[in-house]
Structures are given as structure tokens and as C-alpha cells.
């Protein structure tokens, strides 16, 4: 994904959603490639899907369609099994994120154990990034996973936001803020390492700003809600109101740091 300026802060538009709804009644209809095409009119950066194991969402035809019809760069989404990998490697989207999945799970519930996992992860980080994909690994917001990261040569990490919001919409202020100091602490510490850091996972308006004010973050992947809110006000206004949400983070992040180097 192209940067449009310094500092400025990616959207990457999850479009899973849009064919959760669809699959509900086994049709085409609403057609999730439509939705990206919208998405980036509306002004997405990126677009993301999640191929699962279950394809309880996006399917294999809808990467096919995706690569073939949108002109926004694709982040492909997958778990690090040879099924996914040789998917990957047919098609050769942008970047891949790898995450960890859960037949059972309702969503992506925590953070890839990249530390853990090294070497069933370093043959597929190498055969994905010797293919030309940017490799990205879905990690809580923890060092011993960042400097795993490191060490497998992934270049991309996405920080899972979603202990923050959880927090933030049971309204435990105390744990709001313990999560979002240990994002802020990612972030920062992502980038001395040399990794582009990304963050995502039930973001809203009300969970992105302090977010998006992180200055070393350079791409969020919002999906559930821009859809959900998307029933409401539509696809194009959700959109256009989370990037202004981020825009605005951006901005006042921006005049902060100014003003705290001036009091220096
Ligand atoms: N980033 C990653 C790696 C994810 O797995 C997901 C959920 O698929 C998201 C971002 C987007 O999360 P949400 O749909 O809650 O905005």
C-alpha cells in the first residue's frame, strides 16, 4: 500500500462481514467484492479477508474475485496450514497476516504465539515473503512476540486491539488504560526493532482514536463494526467517519508531540 503522506495512518476495510450476511441465506447477495469496490471509493487504503478453515465468511472464489476485480492492494488473512500457504502462493496477494484460528472460536480471540511457534512458522513467513508477499503476524501487544516476529523476518506485525475494546466497552477504565499503555508500548517498541506495526480488532468510533494517535502505527484493519454500522448509516458513511475518526487522532496526536517538543 502506497503511503499518501508522512504520518499518515492506513485503512484496510475487512470485508468478512458483508459475506457472513451473505452466506446467511446461501445467495450472492450482498456480494463482498461489491463491498470492497465501495470500500474504496469510500476511501480504504487496503482491503481485508479472512479465508478461514471453515469458510464460515469470505470463500475461495471471493479471493479469486478480489484479486482479479479490486484495485486496492488485498491482505489476505490465514492460518499457518499448507492448505492456506499453497493458497497464498496461487494467488500472491499484497500481504498475508498470519492469525491464529480456532474451529470453535467466534472470532480471532488472541494473538499468534509467534515465539512459540517459530519453527512451524519460519518455512511459511519464507515461502510467503520469497513469493513477493508482505508477511504480517497477528500478535498481542507483548515484546517476547515482537521480537519474535523479528527474528522470523516477518516485516509486519498487527498488534490485536481487541483486549482494549473489550475493555473499553465494558467500561473498566483501569484496564482500558493498562491496554492501551501495553499497544502504546508495542507500537513503539515494534518500530526500534525495524517492524511496520498495524493494529486491529474490534475497533469502533468510540475505541479507534486513541488508536489511530500512536504515531508509530501505520495501518489499521477495521471490519465487524463498519459493516455492522453499515445497516445504519451505510457502507460509505461508516467508512468515511472512521477514516475522519483516525484523521482526526492523527492531527491532534500530531499537535501534542509539537507542542510537547516545544516545551522541551
Ligand atoms: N485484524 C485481524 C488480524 C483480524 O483477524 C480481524 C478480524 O478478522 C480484524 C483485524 C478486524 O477485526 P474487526 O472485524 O473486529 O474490526
Do not use: W
Not at 239 to 259: C, L, P, V
Amino acid at each position: 500500500m502506497s503511503e499518501r503522506a508522512s504520518g499518515y495512518l492506513r485503512l484496510g476495510v475487512n470485508i468478512d462481514h458483508v459475506a457472513t450476511i451473505r452466506n446467511a441465506r446461501g445467495g450472492d447477495h450482498p456480494d463482498p467484492v461489491r463491498a470492497a469496490e465501495l470500500a474504496a471509493a469510500a476511501g480504504a487504503d487496503g482491503i481485508t479477508a479472512h479465508l478461514r478453515e471453515d469458510r464460515r465468511h469470505i470463500r475461495d472464489a471471493d479471493i479469486a474475485r478480489l484479486m482479479g476485480e479490486i484495485g486496492l492492494p488485498l491482505n489476505l488473512e490465514m492460518a499457518a496450514t499448507p492448505e492456506m500457504l499453497s493458497i497464498a502462493l496461487r494467488h500472491v496477494p499484497h500481504a498475508c497476516c498470519i492469525v491464529p484460528e480456532r474451529r470453535e472460536e467466534v472470532t480471532t480471540e488472541g494473538g499468534l504465539d509467534a515465539a512459540g511457534l517459530h519453527n512451524h512458522l519460519k518455512p511459511i513467513v519464507d515461502r510467503l515473503s520469497e513469493a513477493g508477499i508482505r508477511v504480517s503476524l497477528f500478535i498481542n501487544a507483548d515484546r517476547r512476540q515482537l521480537e519474535a516476529a523479528r527474528s522470523l523476518g516477518a516485516p509486519v506485525v498487527e498488534l490485536h486491539t481487541g483486549a482494549y475494546c473489550d475493555a473499553a466497552l465494558a467500561r473498566e477504565s483501569a484496564k482500558r488504560d493498562a491496554e492501551l499503555a501495553r499497544l502504546a508500548t508495542a507500537a513503539r517498541e515494534g518500530a526500534e526493532l525495524g517492524l511496520e506495526v498495524h493494529a486491529g480488532h474490534g475497533l469502533t468510533f468510540d475505541t479507534v482514536a486513541p488508536v489511530a494517535a500512536m504515531p508509530e502505527l501505520a495501518e489499521l484493519n477495521i471490519g465487524h463494526f463498519l459493516v455492522g454500522e453499515a445497516i445504519f448509516i451505510g457502507l460509505d458513511a461508516s467508512i468515511k467517519q472512521m477514516r475522519h475518526a483516525m484523521d482526526e487522532a492523527r492531527r491532534g496526536a500530531g499537535a501534542e508531540n509539537a507542542g510537547a517538543k516545544d516545551r522541551a
